[in-house]
């Protein structure tokens, strides 16, 4: 089992940018599939964006040119950079594994608003 703490969020005005940090604990976590998930109030969870193991990225359209998903496998970390960001952004920020997720972290919150 892998534990999955996130850090980073916070209060930002539209068109700021904010790094998200994800720390994984585990000594496999370079053969892992990673991503970030978010979930507004009042939705469902919903992916963000993917890192493969060869880093790849992929992203979901409506982030798709503002966030930045990448990884150290030396420091079991995965990241998301979030530049121009919207009021619709607003959600919790989740990292974890894809296809197949651990348990899940306890997030961190991202709220954009003037």
């Known amino acids: 089992q892998v534990h999955l703490v996130e850090s980073g969020g916070d209060l930002v005005q539209p068109g700021g940018s904010l790094r998200l940090s994800c720390a994984a604990s585990?000594?496999?976590?370079?053969?892992?599939?990673m991503g970030w998930y978010r979930q507004a109030p009042g939705k469902q969870r919903e992916w963000v964006a993917t890192i493969s193991t060869d880093w790849k990225t992929y992203y979901d359209d409506t982030v798709k040119g503002r966030f930045t998903i990448s990884r150290d496998n030396a420091k079991n970390m995965v990241y998301l950079q979030m530049n121009s960001l919207k009021p619709e952004d607003t959600a919790v920020y989740y990292c974890?594994?894809?296809?197949?997720?651990?348990?899940w972290g306890q997030g961190t919150q991202v709220t954009v608003s003037s």
């Open positions: 974890n594994r894809m296809g197949l997720p651990f348990s």
């Open positions: 585990g000594s496999m976590f370079g053969m892992l599939v």
